[in-house]
C-alpha cells in the first residue's frame, strides 16, 4: 500500500497529529527551499511590518498595537489587533502559502498571499515559534470571568525548526487557548474580553536589536516610526484606526501649512477619441483624456520621442467612466515645510537638517494611494525641460494617484505587485506613466506657476522699482541739501572767491560733492547693452558679457573710490565704517567670517537673526527682476534658522552677484553695523 501510494505523482501524505489537523507535504514543492527563498525577497523590515498591519486592518482592526519585548530569556515581537478575531478554521486557511484573490479589493490590502509568510521567514531567520491567539466572538457578562473555558478562542502556534527540517508546514490548531498562553492574551491582547488576535513571533536577539534600533534610527530611510507615518498618513489623519509602538501612539505627519501651500486637482478618464485628433505618425493614448478643475479636456501623445498634450474640443472625444484622480499638492517654501516637520521627526530620533534631501525626496515624490494606504512610486529621474522659473512647480510637487476602485487592472495598471510598498516607475503601464508626466510637466508646471508664482515674482519686481524710485528721489533730496549747506557756507566765509582767487574745488578742478561722477563714462548703470538682468541666454544676472550691474567700467555706484576713505580698519585689516555708503565684496565677505568666529551664546545668535534677514532681503530687492522661481524661492531654503545658515545664505548670494565685482554690494551698511557690534567685546 504504502509502496503504491508513494509511485503517484501527485500523492499527499497525510500526517495527523494529536488534534486530527492533517498536515500535507507535496511532493512537487519544497516549503524548506520557499522558506529560505524568502529570506531572499527583498522586503525591508518596514515592509514586513506593514504586511503585519495590513493584516490586522484586513481583520476588521481599528485598533492596532506593535510590542517588542523580553518575555524569560527569550525576545517576542507581538502584532495586537482587535477586529472580528479568528476561528480554528480560519487560523489553519492563514497559514496557507499564495492565496490569490481576484475578487472584491475595496477596503482590503492582501491580495498576494506572501506578505504574512515572507514576514514571518524575514522575522523569525525560520527558528523558533509562530503563535496566533484569537477570540472569534464576544463573551458575554458571564464568561467574562472564565473566558478560557469557553469556545471562543483558537489558537494556532508553527514550529518552524521543525517545518525547515520536513519541509511541510509543522503547525498545531485548537479551540482553545493554552494555559501556558493565557497571560500572553490577557497582557497583550487590545481589549482581552473582546475580539481579536494576538500573533507572536519568536526573535533572535540580533533582528530584535535591529528592530529597537530601526524603530528611532536617525537615517530616514531604516526608521519605522516615519515609515508607519507616511505609509497610514491618510488612514491615521482621517481616524481609520489607530497605531501603537509599545504603547506609544503614531501619529499622521503634520498637513503642510496653507499659506505655502498650492493645491490642484486632474481626473483620468476612459474615453474614445476621434480620429484625426492627433498628427500624424505619432503614438497616441486613443482611450484615456485627462480633466481639470475648469472643465478642460486634455490627450497626450508622442511624436520624435517627446511627450505632447493636446486641448480637445467637445467634438472630438466621448468621455467614459472616472478610473483615477491625481491629487497634487505643491510647497512654496521649503524652509516653512521643513521647519513644520523638525517636531514631529525629532521625537521619533531624526535630524530634519541631516536628512534634508531625502526628505524632500519622501515629500515631493510621487505615489499610489490604494485603499487608503500610500504606495510609493520610485523616483523619477526624467529630465525636466522648458523655462526654468517653473522648475519648482515640478520639483516641489507631491503628486498622488488615487483609483476610483482597487481592480486587478487598477493593481496591473500601476505596478502593485507582491511588495506592495514600493512601485517601480518603469513598470507602470506605459499610458498610465506617460500621462503622469503629461499631467506633471506640461499640465500642472504652468498652472502652479501662473497662480502661486507669477504673482510673487511681479509683487517682487514692482517692489524693486518702487525701491529704485524712492532711492533716486532719496539721492536727489540729499543732494540739494548739501548745495544748500555749500551755499551757506560760501556766505559765511572770511575771505570771498574775490578775495584769494580760488574755490572750493580740488586742485584737478573737480567737485567735491562728485555730482557727476557716474555721468562720465556716458553709460546706464544697467549695462552697456541695455538688456535687463536676466540677459538674454538666462546667464547671471549682472548682463550678457559677465559685468556687474553697476556700469561697465566697474565703478562704484556711489564715487570712484566707493567713499571708503572714512573707514577704520578691523580686527583683521578688513573696513569697518563708522558712516559710510558700503562694503565691496572682499571686505563684506571678511566681515561675514569674523561674525562666524565670534563666540557667542545661542541666545546672541537668535538676536541677530532680524538683522540677517533684513541682509538677505536688501540683496534680493537690489537684484531681482526677471529671476528664476528657484532664487526667488530656493535661496531661503534653510531647513532650521541658525545663525550659521544666515551668514551662508548671505554668502551665496553675495559671491552670486559680486563675484568679480569692484562694486559695493548690498546689505553691507547692515553687515558692517551688525560686525561692529559682534566683535566689539
Known amino acids: 500500500m504504502s509502496s503504491s501510494v508513494s509511485q503517484l505523482p501527485h500523492t499527499q501524505i497525510m500526517i495527523s497529529n494529536q488534534n486530527s489537523i492533517n498536515l500535507q507535504k507535496n511532493q512537487d514543492f519544497s516549503l524548506t527551499g520557499t522558506l529560505l527563498n524568502y529570506l531572499l525577497y527583498v522586503f525591508t523590515l518596514a515592509n514586513c511590518f506593514v504586511e503585519n498591519i495590513d493584516n490586522c486592518l484586513d481583520n476588521g482592526a481599528n485598533i492596532v498595537k506593535v510590542y517588542i519585548k523580553q518575555i524569560g530569556n527569550k525576545w517576542k515581537l507581538i502584532f495586537a489587533a482587535n477586529g472580528k478575531g479568528m476561528n480554528k478554521e480560519q487560523l489553519n486557511i492563514a497559514q496557507i502559502i499564495s492565496q490569490h484573490n481576484n475578487g472584491d479589493l475595496m477596503g482590503k490590502q492582501g491580495r498576494f498571499g506572501h506578505g504574512y509568510p515572507v514576514s514571518r521567514s524575514k522575522f523569525t531567520d525560520n527558528k523558533g515559534r509562530v503563535t496566533w491567539l484569537s477570540c472569534h466572538s464576544p463573551l458575554n457578562d458571564d464568561e467574562i470571568e472564565r473566558k478560557f473555558v ?16 520536513v519541509s511541510y508546514l509543522v503547525k498545531e490548531l485548537s479551540n482553545e487557548i493554552s494555559r501556558r498562553n493565557e497571560d500572553l492574551w490577557n497582557d497583550f491582547a487590545v481589549d482581552n474580553t473582546k475580539t481579536g488576535v494576538v500573533l507572536i513571533y519568536d526573535l533572535e536577539e540580533e533582528k530584535a536589536q535591529e528592530i529597537i534600533t530601526n524603530l528611532t534610527h536617525p537615517c530616514i530611510k531604516y526608521n519605522l516610526k516615519f515609515n508607519f507615518m507616511d505609509v497610514y498618513n491618510s488612514k491615521l489623519k482621517n481616524d481609520v484606526f489607530k497605531l501603537y509602538i509599545d504603547d506609544e501612539e503614531i501619529h499622521p505627519l503634520p498637513d503642510w501649512p496653507a499659506n505655502i501651500t498650492g493645491t490642484t486637482e486632474k481626473y483620468i478618464y476612459d474615453a474614445v477619441i476621434n480620429d484625426g485628433v492627433f498628427p500624424d505618425e505619432c503614438h497616441a493614448n486613443r482611450d484615456t483624456i485627462i480633466g481639470d478643475q475648469n472643465g478642460n479636456r486634455y490627450a497626450n501623445y508622442t511624436s520624435h520621442g517627446r511627450n505632447h498634450k ?49 526628505i524632500s525626496e519622501i515629500m515631493f515624490g510621487d505615489s499610489y494611494q490604494r485603499n487608503g494606504k500610500t504606495l510609493k512610486i520610485s523616483k523619477d529621474d526624467t529630465r525636466i525641460s522648458g523655462d526654468k522659473k517653473m522648475y519648482c512647480c515640478v520639483n516641489n510637487v507631491r503628486n498622488t494617484i488615487i483609483p476610483v476602485q482597487v481592480t486587478p487592472e487598477t493593481d496591473a495598471d500601476n505596478n502593485v505587485s507582491i511588495n506592495k510598498s514600493e512601485i517601480k516607475r518603469s513598470l507602470m503601464k506605459l499610458e498610465v506613466n506617460k500621462t503622469l508626466y503629461v499631467v506633471k510637466s506640461l499640465i500642472n508646471k504652468k498652472e502652479l506657476f501662473d497662480e502661486y508664482i507669477q504673482p510673487i515674482v511681479d509683487a517682487a519686481a514692482a517692489d524693486a522699482v518702487a525701491a529704485t524710485a524712492a532711492a533716486t528721489a532719496a539721492a536727489a533730496t540729499a543732494t540739494a541739501a548739501e548745495e544748500d549747506e555749500v551755499d551757506s557756507d560760501a556766505d559765511d566765509s572770511v575771505y570771498s572767491e574775490e578775495e584769494d582767487g580760488e574755490d572750493d574745488e580740488d586742485d584737478d578742478g573737480e567737485d567735491d560733492d562728485g555730482e557727476d561722477e557716474e555721468e562720465e563714462d556716458g553709460e546706464d548703470d544697467d549695462g552697456e547693452d541695455g538688456e535687463d538682468d536676466d540677459g538674454e541666454d538666462g546667464e547671471d544676472d549682472d548682463g550678457e558679457d559677465g559685468e556687474d550691474d553697476d556700469g561697465e567700467d566697474g565703478e562704484d555706484d556711489d564715487g570712484k573710490d566707493g567713499n571708503l576713505a572714512q573707514a577704520s580698519p578691523g580686527r583683521h585689516g578688513v573696513v569697518q565704517h563708522a558712516s559710510h555708503n558700503g562694503l565691496t565684496l572682499t571686505h563684506a565677505l571678511a566681515k561675514l567670517q569674523e561674525m562666524k568666529e565670534c563666540e557667542l551664546t545661542e541666545t546672541e545668535k537668535a538676536n541677530t537673526f532680524r538683522s540677517l534677514e533684513t541682509v538677505i532681503y536688501k540683496i534680493l530687492h537690489s537684484k531681482l527682476d526677471h529671476e528664476t522661481a528657484e532664487v526667488l524661492i530656493g535661496t531661503r531654503n534653510r531647513v532650521t534658522r541658525t545663525f550659521e545658515n544666515y551668514i551662508n545664505d548671505i554668502e551665496d548670494l553675495l559671491m552670486r552677484w559680486w563675484n568679480g565685482s569692484p562694486n559695493i554690494v548690498a546689505g553691507g551698511g547692515d553687515i558692517d553695523t551688525l560686525h561692529r557690534e559682534l566683535t566689539s567685546n
Do not use: H, W
Open 150 to 165: 469557553t469556545d471562543k478562542f483558537a489558537q494556532c502556534t508553527i514550529d518552524m525548526d521543525e517545518s525547515m527540517r
Open 310 to 358: 493636446k486641448k480637445l474640443k467637445p467634438t472630438e472625444y466621448t468621455q467614459n467612466e472616472l478610473k483615477y484622480t491625481i491629487k497634487s499638492k505643491f510647497c512654496r517654501n521649503k524652509d516653512t515645510l521643513m521647519y513644520t516637520l523638525i517636531t514631529p521627526l525629532n521625537n521619533i530620533g531624526i535630524n530634519v537638517q541631516e536628512n534634508i534631501q531625502a
